[in-house]
T-cell receptor, first 115, second 114 residues
Framework: AQSVAQPEDQVNVAEGNPLTVKCTYSVSGNPYLFWYVQYPNRGLQFLLKYITGDNLVKGSYGFEAEFNKSQTSFHLKKPSALVSDSALYFCAVRESANQGGKLIFGQGTELSVKP | DTGVSQDPRHKITKRGQNVTFRCDPI?????LYWYRQTLGQGPEFLTY????????KSRLLSDRFSAERPKGSFSTLEIQRTEQGDSAMYLCASSLTSENQPQHFGDGTRLSIL
């Protein structure tokens, strides 16, 4: 069965410091991986995806993520955090063979960036 | 691009009542998904449509739940005889058919059962 784990419920970072939000996944085939961000009382906004190719993918708002097949990880990173990055972040996976495209989400990580 | 639109944003109802939510996807998107999100959790898949055909339903979708997409455009999700456990945020997403396309989410309908 497919699954996603986000081992940290909360990540605290000082503004201007680099941030990492961790994600590991389990699928039986090749994974398609996604990161979304959610602000209070809003839906999820797409940040970036890994489908194939370069292991380092760049997305919106200066975020990037590194796909590591051997560690089955897809950690979200940003070189310099902003207070406005404070939000709930979700990692999601689907199997490439899953024609329907349903996403399996992690439980989320709350990012708090302090001035 | 007007985005995915959901209506209503909030719904408060008494236990046992029926509720219906509407989702208008991005116009050129032929896939439409429903998810449910409870507090402190990630969204959980409920069902999805390819045009007007409902192609997959989760075991979470009990027989009290029904979804339709009659003309392949907007979709409705109905919950009959609501229960306390139905309280959640119901999210709609849409995407193009191409396998590597991301899903775009609406702002959800928050359902509160009294």
């Amino acid at each position: 069965a497919q699954s996603v784990a986000q081992p940290e419920d909360q990540v605290n970072v000082a503004e201007g410091n680099p941030l990492t939000v961790k994600c590991t996944y389990s699928v039986s085939g090749n994974p398609y991986l996604f990161w979304y961000v959610q602000y209070p009382n809003r839906g999820l906004q797409f940040l970036l995806k890994y489908i194939t190719g370069d292991n380092l993918v760049k997305g919106s708002y200066g975020f990037e993520a590194e796909f590591n097949k051997s560690q089955t990880s897809f950690h979200l990173k940003k070189p310099s955090a902003l207070v406005s990055d404070s939000a709930l972040y979700f990692c999601a996976v689907r199997e490439s063979a899953n024609q329907g495209g349903k996403l399996i989400f992690g439980q989320g990580t709350e990012l708090s960036v302090k001035p | 691009d007007t985005g995915v639109s959901q209506d209503p944003r909030h719904k408060i109802t008494k236990r046992g009542q029926n509720v219906t939510f509407r989702c208008d996807p991005i116009s050129e998107h032929n896939r439409l998904y429903w998810y449910r999100q409870t507090l402190g959790q990630g969204p959980e898949f409920l069902t999805y449509f390819q045009n007007e055909a409902q192609l997959e339903k989760s075991r979470l979708l009990s027989d009290r739940f029904s979804a339709e997409r009659p003309k392949g455009s907007f979709s409705t999700l109905e919950i009959q005889r609501t229960e306390q456990g139905d309280s959640a945020m119901y999210l709609c997403a849409s995407s193009l058919t191409s396998e590597n396309q991301p899903q775009h989410f609406g702002d959800g309908t928050r359902l509160s059962i009294l």
